[in-house]
């Protein structure tokens, strides 16, 4: 997974199935960001689900273009992505599909 001006861009190992559903209703996201303190752990604060605004599947199929609105606090902001039940064009399964990210500032 990367990160660019406008979402993030998730990477798959084998070429996603011409019949695979990527559409934003399909994808899950959710942010959230920890306080920083002197105490080992924290609760999640503002966790909320985040509108995807578009999904777009690359040329070779290996790839999805997430677009939804980024942001961060001086502390950063955790993403995390669901991507469902993506297959591969051999019918495998997505084995990993959740993904994380922790955006550290917002690039202008």
């Known amino acids: 997974m990367r990160r660019d001006a406008g979402g993030f861009v998730l990477h798959f190992t084998r070429p ?12 899950r996201a ?7 303190g002197i105490r080992y752990g924290s609760p999640r604060y503002e966790e909320v689900d985040v509108p995807i605004q578009s999904v ?3 040329a070779d199929r290996r790839s999805i273009d997430v677009r939804l609105p980024i942001k961060t606090y001086k502390n950063c902001m955790v993403y995390y992505f669901h991507v469902g039940r993506l297959e591969s064009a051999d019918g495998r ?13 917002v690039w202008r």
Do not use: C, F, G
């Not at 996603?16 to 994808?27: F, K, M, N």
């Not at 959710?30 to 920083?36: G, T, V």
């Not at 399964?93 to 500032?105: K, L």
């Open 56 to 58: 777009t599947v690359s």
């Open 30 to 36: 959710r942010r959230w960001y920890y306080p920083y």
């Open 16 to 27: 996603l199935s011409p019949d695979a559903d990527v559409s934003p209703h399909t994808i």
């Open 93 to 105: 399964r997505v084995e990993h599909p959740e993904a994380w990210y922790t955006v550290q500032r």
